[in-house]
T-cell receptor, first 109, second 115 residues
């Protein structure tokens, strides 16, 4: 079993749709959680950190469920510019930061 | 601020050749990392440098060596390239060492093909 698992997609949604991604992690001792965004042939960039209480940044909402060991990302009112690969990232302490393989999102007009 | 820069952007090597990938950051970050990204596998840590003067192995260090030349620069060397090292290589930096470091800033990547 991979340490961090994501549905690879692709998710194809129309503009204005709401889309949700889940990510599961295997190490219950994991301490930090993030969502990164990666555009085609570009480097990953931090989208948002994920806090235990959940957090929101504009159209993006991230949730953490420690009991079930998953994190989620909700995107509301999808824009064409949201098309990208979304990487789930889990830190287990020290240097070890595990990246999921990513979920691809295509937003269509 | 240029952030994290990497050279070269593209490279084609023959099996057995050697090369060094260069990385520099101008954000005064303590920690630097080298990752490789392969289709369907996510980014995997090759080596990291928690602070100037230290380097440690990550998840997939075999076939690579690194040098933390100073606080700004962290290079990755392939001594004898193999086709299995065909990948996209990303350098990253963060303010402080560790999985709890928060945001990592990535360079634009080096696309390496080994024939």
């Amino acid at each position: 079993r991979k340490e961090v698992e994501q549905d690879p997609g692709p998710f194809n949604v129309p503009e204005g749709a709401t889309v949700a991604f889940n990510c599961t992690y295997s190490n219950s001792a994991s301490q930090s959680f993030f969502w990164y965004r990666q555009d085609c042939r570009k480097e990953p960039k931090l989208l948002m950190s994920v806090y235990s209480s959940g957090n929101e940044d504009g159209r993006f909402t991230a949730q953490l469920n420690r009991a079930s060991q998953y994190i989620s990302l909700l995107i509301r009112d999808s824009k064409l510019s949201d098309s990208a690969t979304y990487l789930c990232v889990v830190g287990t302490g020290g240097f070890k930061t595990i990246f999921g393989a990513g979920t691809r999102l295509f937003v269509k007009a | 601020n240029a952030g994290v820069t990497q050279t070269p952007k593209f490279q084609v090597l023959k099996t057995g050749q050697s090369m060094t990938l260069q990385c520099a950051q101008d954000m005064n970050h303590n920690s630097m990392y080298w990752y490789r990204q392969d289709p369907g596998m996510g980014l995997r840590l090759i080596y990291y440098s928690a602070s100037e003067g230290t380097t440690d192995k990550g998840e997939v260090p075999n076939g690579y060596n690194v040098s933390r030349l100073n606080k700004r620069e962290f290079s990755l060397r392939l001594e004898s390239a193999a086709p299995s090292q065909t990948s996209v290589y990303f350098c990253a930096s963060s303010v402080q060492w560790g999985g709890g470091a928060g945001e990592q800033f990535f360079g634009p990547g080096t696309r390496l093909t080994v024939l």
